[in-house]
């Protein structure tokens, strides 16, 4: 069965601080991992990572992934209150040349970032 | 344009009772999912459209729980006999042909009584 597991479960920090959020994953013909941000009900889309070693960059966002050890982070720099969210990675397998890709979701990370 | 549209956003029902949960995706995208999320917990694939057909319902818990999409757009959860262990955030997301990033809508919250 495929997994995702994140860590940590929770995190406080003041703003203007560095986090890093983790990812590991056991995705049965893996394809890509994905990374989105939940701050009330519906998710956002953040980055899709496919190729390993290759730093995704979005403002104070960045993300990269390793397939060999198959876990991805997110990296969040001189976070502000505003960045407060459940963050959630979702790995998603092949599936020939269609668009499916069911997303097996971690439990997700809560970030809280204090004034 | 638009984003994924779910309604109700909220609904409150008694155990025992029917409820259908509506999904509109973005205009063009021929994937649709439905993803529950209960509290403290990740999100759970439930089904998978590509147009009207439903090629991966592996995720719907049990078969109290059914979903149909019409015209290659809308689709339609429909819970039966609704049990307390239901209560959930339902999330619809969508997806264009061959790019696998899927955009949810807000949700609708499930309560049941």
């Known amino acids: 069965e495929d997994k995702v597991v994140q860590s940590p479960l929770s995190l406080v920090v003041h703003e203007g601080d560095t986090v890093t959020l983790n990812c590991s994953y056991e995705v049965t013909n893996f394809r890509s991992l994905l990374w989105y941000k939940q701050e009330k009900k519906a998710p956002t889309f953040l980055f899709m990572l496919?190729?390993?070693?290759i730093e995704k960059k979005s403002g104070r966002l960045s993300s990269i992934l390793d397939k060999k050890e198959l876990f991805s982070i997110l990296n969040i720099t001189a976070t502000q209150t505003g960045d407060s969210a459940v963050y959630l990675c979702a790995g998603i397998a092949n599936a020939g040349g269609t668009s499916y890709g069911k997303l097996t979701f971690g439990q997700g990370t809560i970030l809280t970032v204090h004034p | 344009g638009a984003g994924v549209s779910q309604s109700p956003s909220n609904k409150v029902t008694e155990k025992g009772k029917d409820v259908e949960l509506r999904c509109d995706p973005i205009?063009?995208?021929?994937?649709l999912y439905w993803y529950r999320q209960s509290l403290g917990q990740g999100l759970e694939f439930l089904i998978y459209?590509?147009?009207?057909?439903?090629?991966?319902k592996s995720g719907l818990p049990s078969d109290r729980f059914s979903a149909e999409r019409t015209g290659g757009s809308v689709s339609t959860l429909t819970i039966q006999r609704t049990q307390q262990e239901d209560s959930a955030v339902y999330l619809c997301a969508s997806s264009p042909l061959l790019v696998r990033t899927q955009y949810f809508g807000p949700g609708t919250r499930l309560l049941v009584l």
């Open positions: 459209f590509q147009g009207n057909s439903a090629p991966d």
């Open positions: 205009s063009g995208h021929t994937a």
């Open positions: 496919t190729s390993s070693g």
